[in-house]
T-cell receptor
Framework: NAGVTQTPKFQVLKTGQSMTLQCAQD?????MSWYRQDPGMGLRLIHY???????DQGEVPNGYNVSRSTTEDFPLRLLSAAPSQTSVYFC???????????FGPGTRLTVT | AQRVTQPEKLLSVFKGAPVELKCNYS??????LFWYVQYSRQRLQLLLR??SRESIKGFTADLNKGETSFHLKKPFAQEEDSAMYYC?????????FGKGTKLTVNP
């Protein structure tokens, strides 16, 4: 029972490159979300999903895409990386937004 | 739109002293509020939620709808309480976090 996993743990990209951050859960949770954590800015919601096939935007969705083809996986895609996307990214899962969120270990992304 | 404000970026107290981490929210509906904590090199985890009205690790938080606040309190801080604390509000299928308060408990 792995809970919530994220890969990779660390990543360095050059401006303009694309990549996908992976998030997987084995808790059978319907609700999944992506946050970025920046110093002095706290956690900001990027995108979220209330179930397979359903996604919606959070506070800071620009520059990011998501899809939810299965209950278990919720990948976050950076289409054309920018230095402003340097951050720590957290995936979280739960039964819903009003329930306890279970966070992954995070992915530290640096864009040069 | 919902908003969470944590006015203190940093809070430093001595061991054994009372501690209060402030959280104010803005939401027109009935709020569901949470406190999450992130200890050094650990994942974010739920500390407590207002609906359960319980005390976790000596911390309590009371929802004050009149003042739109959900302050986190502990009467006697311990060194192991040093961490980053986030207040969060659930509304309209979203969970929105404040900017966080870094608590340092000095020996």
């Amino acid at each position: 029972n792995a809970g919530v996993t994220q890969t990779p743990k660390f990543q360095v990209l050059k401006t303009g490159q694309s990549m996908t951050l992976q998030c997987a859960q084995d808790m059978n949770h319907e609700y999944m979300s992506w946050y970025r954590q920046d110093p002095g800015m706290g956690l900001r919601l990027i995108h979220y999903s209330v179930g397979a096939g359903i996604t919606d935007q959070g506070e800071v969705p620009n520059g990011y895409n998501v899809s939810r083809s299965t209950t278990e996986d919720f990948p976050l895609r950076l289409l054309s990386a920018a230095p402003s996307q340097t951050s720590v990214y957290f995936c979280a899962t739960s039964r819903g937004p009003s329930y306890e969120q279970y966070f992954g270990p995070g992915t530290r992304l640096t864009v040069t | 739109a919902q908003r969470v404000t944590q006015p203190e970026k940093l809070l430093s107290v001595f061991k054994g002293a009372p501690v209060e981490l402030k959280c104010n929210y803005s939401y027109s509906g009935s709020p569901e509020l949470f406190w999450y904590v992130q200890y050094s090199r650990q994942r974010l985890q739920l500390l407590l939620r207002h609906i359960s009205r319980e005390s976790i690790k000596g911390f309590t938080a009371d929802l004050n709808k009149g003042e739109t606040s959900f302050h986190l309190k502990k009467p006697f801080a311990q060194e192991e309480d040093s961490a980053m604390y986030y207040c969060a509000l659930s509304a309209s299928e979203k969970l929105v976090f404040g900017k966080g308060t870094k608590l340092t408990v000095n020996p």
